[in-house]
């Protein structure tokens, strides 16, 4: 399956639950809770051996590449069953940008080109790379005015300006930027150390996701595809990535509640499981139903994305999912927390974790103010 058609076929239910065995088996061992603190504390944020190991054993990073770059081919169906598990996890990864943003971006474009040199190697997990796009706004809303811009060169382009947040911009290999040029704003393609380019990582909500500011001064680039076919490319990354987000939203949202409800059976108060007071049953209860109807507007947004027979249009479906998961896992984060009562707060567990990483999330492609609008602009009103 190619996950770019119409009318495909979605994947078994066997076929789904034998990725999904694969890939949680995996992050039990790679990604438990000291692995998970470990590597949000090191340099690049993540662990460099595992994410060569997900290549290597699991081909994750070549899922949703097409076949003649070397990848599998497949689509978000899939894709979601991994980022699902990732979320669970708390995987600190490049993955989002890399295979989500920024392979999503340059198949979108339709440049062979830069498809050839860079999909092939992201297949491998050989090469991170990550996706700019800095209008004033911060809700990808390239009509609004970029803070980058792009002037001729003699072999390409030259850009200059600030990317103020960009998904793991201070190590990725390879930067796309949207850059508004002489024909309007086009994608382009700069490399992480490229002279002229400084990049600084920031401090933020979620340790887990690394950020940085982008700062150009001549930076050279390469173009990449049409100028005229960005607005059609970034609607499919935000489609892509905003399901994509959500099914990794989910997975952190059923974390949330597993751990809920463990402790509610285990923590002991008056002599009886303080999950027996109807107060934590109530809150439980209330977690679990976020968790399913998130869960089912995850996965009906793969399915469009995908577009297999009988699913709504994908722009529709994907901003419903970002909106209703984004919602949901911060409900269940912020629950976790008060089951768990005092200890949850502390720094020493992992339910403040989980939810700095719902809020973070949340954020990540403009907050509810603009996703409730994509929404809306998405069902033409």
Request: charged share 20%; net charge negative.
């Amino acid at each position: 399956m190619n996950g770019t058609g119409t009318g495909t076929a979605a994947p078994s239910e066997t076929e789904l639950a034998e990725l999904r065995a694969a890939v949680r088996g995996f992050l039990a061992a790679k990604s438990d809770e000291h692995a998970v603190r470990t590597a949000m504390g090191s340099e690049r944020g993540h662990d460099e051996k595992v994410w060569r190991q997900m290549a290597d054993q699991l081909g994750l990073q070549a899922l949703i590449v097409p076949v003649e770059h070397r990848g599998d081919g497949l689509g978000l169906v899939e894709l979601g069953v991994v980022l699902e598990e990732m979320g669970e996890a708390l995987l600190p990864s490049p993955f989002l940008s890399t295979v989500v943003l920024a392979a999503t971006a340059v198949v979108a474009s339709g440049d062979v080109a830069t498809a050839e040199r860079l999909l092939p190697a992201i297949a491998a997990g050989t090469l991170t790379a990550t996706l700019a796009v800095p209008d004033h706004a911060g809700s990808w809303d390239v009509g609004a005015g970029l803070r980058v811009t792009a002037t001729g060169g003699r072999t390409g382009a030259v850009l200059d300006g600030i990317a103020p947040i960009v998904l793991d911009g201070a190590t990725a290999d390879v930067v796309l930027v949207v850059a508004d040029g002489p024909d309007g704003p086009a994608l382009h393609v700069i490399d992480g150390d490229a002279p002229g380019l400084a990049r600084t990582p920031l401090r933020t909500l979620d340790p887990t996701r690394r950020m940085a500011r982008l700062d150009l001064d001549g930076v050279h680039a390469e173009p990449v595809g049409d100028p005229a076919s960005l607005p059609a490319v970034l609607d499919r990354v935000l489609d892509v990535a905003t399901a994509a987000l959500a099914a990794e939203q989910v997975g952190g949202a059923r974390a949330c509640l597993a751990a809920s409800a463990r402790y509610a059976t285990e923590r002991m108060q008056f002599g009886r499981p303080i999950g027996t007071f109807q107060a934590v049953k109530h809150k439980c209860a209330d977690m679990f139903t976020r968790v399913q109807v998130a869960d089912a507007a995850a996965r009906e947004a793969a399915r469009a994305v995908d577009g297999i027979e009988g699913a709504p249009a994908a722009g529709i479906a994907a901003a419903v999912a970002h909106s209703v998961c984004s919602e949901a896992f911060m409900a269940v984060a912020a629950e976790n927390i008060q089951v768990h009562g005092g200890i949850g707060f502390t720094w020493e567990h992992p339910a403040h974790l989980y939810y700095r990483r719902a809020k973070a999330s949340q954020l990540l492609f403009g907050g509810p103010a603009v996703y409730h609008e994509r929404l809306l602009t998405r069902v033409g009103v």
